[in-house]
């Protein structure tokens, strides 16, 4: 139950963020990385990845299928390789990064609790 209430927030978490990448794809706003014609080749590659996976792992959190975790942790480890790893490119957006694992460790450690209780009965 705490495990499809965790993944409910977070799965409207990654579509708010799916939201913001799309918008940056269609040029809602003015600005160089706000619209895709005027992003750095980098980028052009990355908001589009990251538009259709953020969606996607929304969805799977919403459903509390196994494969929306996974969706999500190939988000995460996208954004730390660009984020911390190509800081000088995209930005340090370490609350994002921190964002997302903190929210898999949650999964994480309620995965556990259920694996101990589980063997404890």
Same mark, same amino acid.
């Given at each position: 139950?705490?495990?499809?209430?965790?993944?409910?927030?977070?799965?409207?978490?990654?579509?708010?963020?799916?939201?913001?990448?799309?918008?940056?794809?269609?040029?809602?706003?003015?600005?160089? #990385?706000?619209?895709?014609?005027?992003?750095?080749?980098?980028?052009?590659?990355?908001?589009?990845? #990251?538009?259709?996976?953020?969606?996607?792992?929304?969805?799977?959190?919403?459903?509390?299928?196994?494969?929306?975790?996974?969706?999500?942790?190939?988000?995460?480890?996208?954004?730390?390789?660009? *984020?911390?790893?190509?800081? *000088?490119?995209?930005?340090?957006?370490? #609350?994002?990064?921190? #964002? *997302?694992?903190?929210?898999?460790?949650?999964?994480?450690?309620?995965?556990?609790?259920?694996?101990?209780?589980?063997?404890?009965?």
């Amino acid at each position: 139950m705490l495990r499809g209430l965790v993944c409910r927030v977070a799965s409207l978490a990654l579509f708010t963020m799916g939201i913001l990448y799309w918008t940056r794809l269609v040029g809602v706003f003015d600005g160089d #990385l706000w619209r895709f014609d005027t992003m750095p080749v980098w980028w052009k590659i990355a908001a589009p990845v #990251l538009a259709v996976l953020y969606p996607v792992a929304g969805v799977g959190l919403w459903m509390v299928a196994s494969w929306g975790v996974v969706i999500w942790t190939l988000v995460f480890l996208i954004e730390s390789i660009m *984020h911390l790893g190509f800081s *000088h490119l995209f930005g340090p957006e370490a #609350l994002v990064v921190g #964002l *997302h694992a903190f929210g898999l460790a949650l999964l994480l450690m309620l995965r556990i609790v259920s694996f101990v209780e589980q063997r404890r009965r």
